[in-house]
Nanobody, 124 residues
Framework: QVQLVESGGGLVQPGGSLRLSCAAS????????IGWFRQAPGKEREGVSCVSTSDDNTYYADSVKGRFTISRDNSVNTAYLQMNSLKPDDTAVYYC?????????????????WGQGPLVTVPS
């Protein structure tokens, strides 16, 4: 059974940091591109960051470049999203998703497996 379980969300003050984790099971994690997406209240889901199978190709949305870092540890089937300098605009439910192969964020979004998503709240 495919599972993606996110953790690490919560309430953080502006300028603070959080690290989200995405623990995967039920599929061969090494061969999947992993993406982080978020959905703010009243807004559409958007791509935040994606990392390729071998951790050598990453994508970041302009809104998070320089503040967020995506990584993966294939030895423990887990991906991470380190979020620094958080802003109120970062408030959202954050989801991780996985798609087979060295696909981009679009493929992950359209055809991937999804987790349930923790809420990250950055008050204004």
């Amino acid at each position: 059974q495919v599972q993606l379980v996110e953790s690490g969300g919560g309430l953080v003050q502006p300028g603070g940091s959080l690290r989200l984790s995405c623990a995967a099971s039920g599929f061969d994690f090494d061969y999947y591109t992993i993406g982080w997406f978020r959905q703010a209240p009243g807004k559409e889901r958007e791509g935040v960051s994606c990392v390729s199978t071998s951790d050598d190709n990453t994508y970041y949305a302009d809104s998070v470049k320089g503040r967020f870092t995506i990584s993966r540890d294939n030895s423990v089937n887990t991906a991470y999203l380190q979020m620094n300098s958080l802003k109120p605009d970062d408030t959202a439910v954050y989801y991780c998703a996985a798609h087979l192969g060295s696909s981009g964020c679009v493929a992950v979004y359209e055809n991937g497996y999804w987790g349930q998503g923790p809420l990250v709240t950055v008050p204004s």
